[in-house]
Every structure is written in C-alpha cells, then in structure tokens.
C-alpha cells in the first residue's frame, strides 16, 4: 500500500476561492446606496406611504423683531394706482465663447404698481382764493406725480433659465446663486416707462379734482375750480 501526500490531494487555493469575499464589500455598500436611492425617489414620487414625513423638510423662522428706522409724514393725495405686468427677454453673452460655456438668459415675468398723488402739501396760501361770500373757490396744484414702480413677488417670477457651464458653476460657489436682482429692476424700468405713457397722471389729477369739489361742497361752496400747474 502506497501513502499518498496529502500536498497533492488538497488543490492549491486559487482567485475564484478568495473572489466571494472581495466581491462582497463591493455588493454591500452597491446594494445600500441603492435602497437609500429608492427610498428618496418614492418620498420625492410620494411612493411609498409615510416617508414623506421622515424625509420631510422642516422651514424654521428665526429672523428678529423689525426695527423701525424712520417715520416720515405723508402730505400727499394717492388719487389712482396701475398695474402692470411685462415679459423680460435677459440675454448675457460672452465674446468668443459659445453660451453653453459661458452665457445666461432668464425669461421673467415681472407684475407690480405704479401709483399717482398729488402733493397737497405744496400748496402755498396763495393758491387757494375764496370769495367774500365763500361760494366759490379757486385752487392751484402742482401736477400729479408718479411713483416709483413696486414689484409684487407673488405675481412676478422666471419662466426660465439658460445658463453656461461656468455660470453654473459661478452660482455653485456663489452666497447668492440665481440672483433675479437684474431682471426685477429692469422688469421696473420697463414698468415705469409704460406707467408715463398710460395717462395715469391725468387720472390722478381728475380724482383730485372730484374729490375737492366734493369736500367743498359739502362745506356750502357752489363752485370750486381746480388748476394745475
């Protein structure tokens, strides 16, 4: 009877021995990053009950007390108010680079007010002139004057936004990414434009006047002309 080396019975170990092991830290985290995967698709997709409240955001309101700076007092009769609503086309681009490395355009919407008053304030004693008998009164006004454009966030917003890749990358790094501060003063400059051109000073003066020869009235006066300029 011959003895046989148990050298030669037992195969060597080869890579397909040890492979199971080195293969299984690779399933692992693989496998883990795709069920946290899913789980954040199906509370964005609202696909599984209940994670919406796990994964749910939390807004917390820490801002402080408003401090008043200043009080400035009012003189002035706001007599007609417009709205206004404009589309800005807002196109950024760069010399010899092509606009999906470098360039921005934003289409917005911007809605907002422009109101009109008349300073009664300025209104010296000399422009106003009553007769002896108080029944009929003149007065001189200065025009109606516009006031500055106010943009209404709720109505105003961006249908889109174009922009290259150093630009996002730019607003990547940035505190303040997305700024919309150049759209909303130009959609007020476009806004203020339109509020000259629509007639609305002469509304306002018109509302003084009706609203004048009303109190006037009222106070035993038959006639009241009202001038402006």
Known sequence: MTQTDPSQTEPPLTREHTRPRQSLWIKVPVALAAVLALLFAGSRLDLLPGLGDVFGEKTTDRS??????????MSRYEAASGNFQVVVDLEK???????AIRGSRVLYVGAGTVGSYVDLGKVAQGNVTVNKDRTT??????????GKPAIDPDRSYAVSK??????????FF???????????????????????DS??????????????????HSLGFRQVSVVYG
């Open 199 to 216: 007639g609305l000073a002469g509304r306002a003066e018109k509302n003084t006047t009706s609203m004048l020869q009303g109190l006037l």
């Open 174 to 196: 940035s505190d303040n990414p997305n700024n919309e501060h150049a759209v909303q003063k130009l959609a007020a400059q476009h806004i203020a434009e339109a509020a000259k």
């Open 64 to 73: 402080g007390p408003a401090l008043l700076k200043s009080i400035q007092d």
């Open 162 to 171: 174009q922009r290259g890749l150093l630009d996002r990358l730019g607003d």
């Open 137 to 146: 009164a003149t007065l001189r006004l200065p025009h109606a004057v516009l």
């Open 93 to 99: 681009d760069t010399k010899f680079l092509p606009d």
